[in-house]
């Protein structure tokens, strides 16, 4: 078998031209959605996503501002520039660049976005709420992928789901979204034993741990839906998670690393921005 490709990139190209007609008939009622996004320190791939998300915004005619601060940032100053950002009205999404540096408390950084404004999905109620099933802005990288696998056709409910990975911004959230869609969900990490036993049962592989090549064909079952995270430079060139030569000879569909899963990060968080800015100024769906 060789797998079905699975392209973010042409997928995010779709979704992104639907949302430019949408900021249109926005912009026809003067009203702009506007994101500004805090950039802490000099991180070159921070640096590098924080460019491609303002060229994304402008685009599709998404106001956008980059507040870029310096390393030594206080948490105070931080603050105060998402209390200001809050207040803002012409702001509709927030984001904070992550990682931040170790000097400040990242989750009170992320607490202090008003929730309404938290188009990350990171803010505690935001992810209370995708927990519950309840309307909130999903994660952006989560979220894509939710949306990749469904537009391959294939359905989700019933599955065997293995997350390999258990961040706060995609290991985790992506494995509650697998399971309200009826997978069902096994989560993987540093301390499991036996992972390539439990990958080859899997139906849908996510791996998201930033460790190049770490799913090999071996791991995987026939005709199995394989979603790479990896996004880790090496030697100048950006390799996944997943050995996409092997694995694309034994899965079903697989997403490629670049242009696969990274690009839909971009694209979720324009689609929450825009969305922001209509419950912000009571527009209906
Ligand atoms: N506040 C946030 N911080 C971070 C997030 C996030 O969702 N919110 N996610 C990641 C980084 N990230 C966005 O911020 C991100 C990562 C990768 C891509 C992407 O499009 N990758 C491309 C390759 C890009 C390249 O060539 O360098 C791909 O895979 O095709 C977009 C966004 C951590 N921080």
New binding site residues.
Partial sequence: MTATIIK??EVAVEIRAALKEEVQQLRDQQIIPGLSVILVGENPA?Q??VK??ARACEEIGVASEVLKREVSITQEELLADIQALNENPNVHGI?????LPKHIDEKAVLNAIDPKKDV?G?HPISVGNMVIGDECYL???PHGIIELIKRSGETIEGKHAVVVGRSN?VGKPVAMLLLQEHATVTIAHSRTKNLSVLLKEADIIVAAVGKPRLVTAEDVKEGAIVIDVG?TSENGK?VGDVDFDSVKEVAGYLTP???????M??TM?LKNTVEAAKVIHHVSK
């Fill in positions: 973010g990139k921070s590098s996503y491609a998300k984001l904070v660049q992550l990682p990350d990171f994660p952006c990288t911004i996004n950006l690393v670049p242009g696969g899963v990274g690009p990060t971009i968080l």
